[in-house]
């Protein structure tokens, strides 16, 4: 993939997150940067639930199992995330622990954000004050 496509596709990943959804290019582009790219073969796993929290992940491709484990041991898929979907929903901004396990499926590839890297970066650019008056 040239370099303005690969561009142009995090972009258009980075903007299925909640978070960036109203930033412009503009604001986005200065996280390119800081953009990694991550793949997995089915089967592996991308972190295990009570890790700490390090990134936020994009499904650029595949399939990942979002589960926990109750307390006899069995597995509780809580959601299946595709293309277009990112993870976790919880601890990028406050931090904590990651609350699943996430699996790949099938062979996967994903986009992450560490979250020690943006944070001022996010706070500070990528919203606009709420309208006063």
């Keep these: ?3 303005r496509e690969r561009e142009a596709d ?3 990943c980075l903007r299925q997150i909640a978070l960036f959804g109203g ?3 503009d604001i986005l582009r200065p996280l390119l940067p ?3 790219e991550r793949r997995y073969r089915k089967d592996m796993y991308v972190f295990l639930e009570g890790e700490p929290v390090e990134a936020v992940h994009v499904i650029r ?3 990942v199992k979002a589960a926990t484990t109750d307390e006899a ?3 509780q898929i809580i959601s299946l995330l595709r293309p277009g979907d990112f993870f976790p929903h919880v601890g990028f901004i406050e931090g904590g622990e990651y609350p699943a396990t996430a699996q790949a499926m099938e062979d996967t590839e994903l986009l992450l954000i560490r979250r020690e890297e943006p944070n001022s970066y996010i ?3 990528c919203f606009e ?3 006063f008056g």
């Design 1 to 3: 993939m040239a370099e």
């Design 10 to 12: 995090v972009l258009r």
């Design 23 to 25: 930033a412009s290019e």
């Design 34 to 36: 800081l953009v990694r």
């Design 61 to 63: 491709s595949g399939l």
């Design 73 to 75: 041991g069995r597995e």
């Design 123 to 125: 706070l500070g650019s």
């Design 129 to 131: 004050p709420p309208p």
